[in-house]
């Protein structure tokens, strides 16, 4: 059974330009959410989605925006890149609230410079 | 806004017991998880425990929770090489009005263990 599967694993983008992170939840799971982890740091919480809808953010801009599929699928999409939006961005999945934790993927490593 | 605390460094024995703190400051966390992070690899779920339990083993590892200290860890028995990791500390809180239910995370703890 696979888990949750992200793509690409690794990109290199130019500050400015804009980048789409995609992740395929685990079979059965219908709730995703995104985080990034900054090098020696806790991940944090950018925002989930559910039902195809954001149903809550974090603490980021609006260049980060997002969106689910009919499939359960979500992308990730960051504009205006900033040398400080380097990081690992994880993608986590879940059934309804997650209470019994959520399943990570390996996650993107987003270098901007 | 909440916060979640942990050590950043913990180094044992193999075969030794090792206990990774944690502190957090929200006093409405429902669930509260401890992660293992391997290097360049996602995060695995460990184990949970709810924040009405005061105690849940799961075969080596033992989580401890004082709600009234706001002060969780986790023991793992007789540690072996394939331990050493980083350990993250996270909470859930219901967000009223929303039903959703982010992770916090702590800064994590490296774990190294020496054969």
């Known amino acids: 059974d696979a888990g949750v599967t992200q793509s690409p694993t690794h990109l290199i983008k130019t500050r400015g330009q804009q980048v789409t992170l995609r992740c395929s939840p685990k079979?059965?799971?219908?709730?995703v959410s995104w985080y990034q982890q900054a090098l020696g740091q806790g991940p944090q919480f950018i925002f989930q989605?559910?039902?195809?809808?954001?149903?809550q953010r974090g603490n980021f801009p609006d260049r980060f925006s997002g969106h689910q599929f009919p499939n359960y699928s979500s992308e990730l999409n960051v504009n205006a890149l900033l040398l400080g939006d380097s990081a690992l961005y994880l993608c986590?999945?879940?059934?309804?609230?997650?209470?019994?934790?959520?399943?990570f993927g390996s996650g993107t490593r987003l270098t901007v410079v | 806004g909440e916060d979640v605390e942990q050590s950043l460094f913990l180094s044992v024995r193999e075969g030794d017991s090792s206990v990774i703190n944690c502190t957090y400051t929200?006093?409405?966390?429902?669930?509260l998880y401890w992660y293992k992070q391997e290097p360049g690899a996602g995060l695995q779920l460990l184990t949970y425990?709810?924040?009405?339990?005061d105690m849940k083993q799961d075969q080596r590892l033992t989580v401890l929770l004082n709600k009234k200290d706001k002060h969780l860890s986790l023991r793992i028995a007789d540690t072996q090489t394939g331990d050493s990791a980083i350990y993250f500390c996270?909470?859930?809180?219901?967000?009223?009005?929303?039903?959703?239910?982010?992770?916090?995370f702590g800064k994590g703890t490296k774990l190294s263990v020496i054969p």
């Open positions: 986590a999945s879940s059934t309804g609230t997650g209470f019994y934790g959520y399943t």
């Open positions: 079979s059965g799971h219908d709730t």
């Open positions: 989605y559910y039902e195809e809808e954001e149903r």
């Open positions: 929200d006093s409405s966390s429902t669930y």
């Open positions: 425990i709810f924040s009405n339990m």
């Open positions: 996270a909470e859930s809180g219901t967000d009223s009005g929303a039903g959703s239910y982010q992770l916090t």
